[in-house]
């Protein structure tokens, strides 16, 4: 079956550790995203990318860091830079439809980091 | 960078009631795509539209691209339990969300 995987689902570490959250997808899409999510909030963008070697800034990246040294993966660090890094989070990736512009996302089931 | 304004932020309806719910922006978009996020999930994608005036259904749900590009809504008809969640409008190429519209259906 074809889709995103976000491993694990649900992640615990002790303040000022770096994490590492896992998204592979087996769909050949180009671009792949990591939003973070917020109780009663909308998704926030961290970081995207739109082909292998290559990312950019989302709205929140302070305190993340990425690599997409492969078209399938996309990891996410959340380094102890990040100051308050509890949250859902979410990967995504997408198939251009008629143009640049015009994107369908499919994301992943989430991962919840708890750092105490 | 800008979150998209989505109304209303809550709903509790009853089964059978239609349901409605819209999304502006203060800049314009080539894309708007609507998701439902269950509990614990990921967001699953609903309605794509990519053009200006498109009106476009899925089942009970119908999805408009608003005329100047900065508006789009929702309705749902006839409701069923299994409609509850939340649901996040998303304008342009994945970077901008909702604020959601959480939706209750009271048997």
């Known amino acids: 079956d074809g889709g995103i995987t976000q491993s694990p689902k649900y992640l615990f570490r002790k303040e000022g550790q770096n994490v590492t959250l896992s998204c592979e997808q087996n769909?050949?899409?180009?671009?792949m995203y990591w939003y973070r999510q917020d109780p009663g909030q909308g998704l926030r963008l961290i970081y995207y990318?739109?082909?292998?070697?290559?990312?950019q800034k989302g709205d929140i990246a302070e305190g993340y860091s990425v690599s997409r040294e492969k078209k399938e993966s996309f990891p996410l660090t959340v380094t102890s830079a990040q100051k308050n890094p509890t949250a859902f989070y979410l990967c995504?990736?997408?198939?251009?439809?008629?143009?640049?512009?015009?994107?369908?996302?499919?994301f992943g089931q989430g991962t919840r980091l708890t750092v105490v | 960078g800008q979150q998209l304004n989505q109304s209303p932020q809550s709903m509790f309806i009853q089964e059978g009631e239609d349901v409605s719910m819209n999304c502006t922006s203060s800049?314009?978009?080539?894309?708007w795509l609507w998701y439902k996020q269950d509990p614990g999930e990921g967001p699953v994608l609903l309605i794509a539209?990519?053009?200006?005036?498109e009106l476009t259904s899925n089942g009970r749900l119908t999805a408009q691209f608003g005329i100047t590009r900065k508006d789009s809504f929702l309705n749902i008809s006839a409701s069923i339990p299994s409609d509850v969640g939340i649901y996040f409008c998303?304008?342009?190429?994945?970077?901008?969300f909702g604020t959601g519209t959480s939706l209750t259906v009271i048997p």
């Open positions: 539209l990519y053009k200006a005036g």
């Open positions: 998303a304008g342009g190429n994945q970077f901008y």
């Open positions: 990318s739109q082909i292998v070697n290559d990312f």
């Open positions: 995504a990736s997408s198939i251009e439809k008629n143009g640049p512009w015009n994107t369908e996302a499919f």
């Open positions: 769909l050949n899409h180009d671009a």
């Open positions: 800049s314009i978009f080539n894309t």
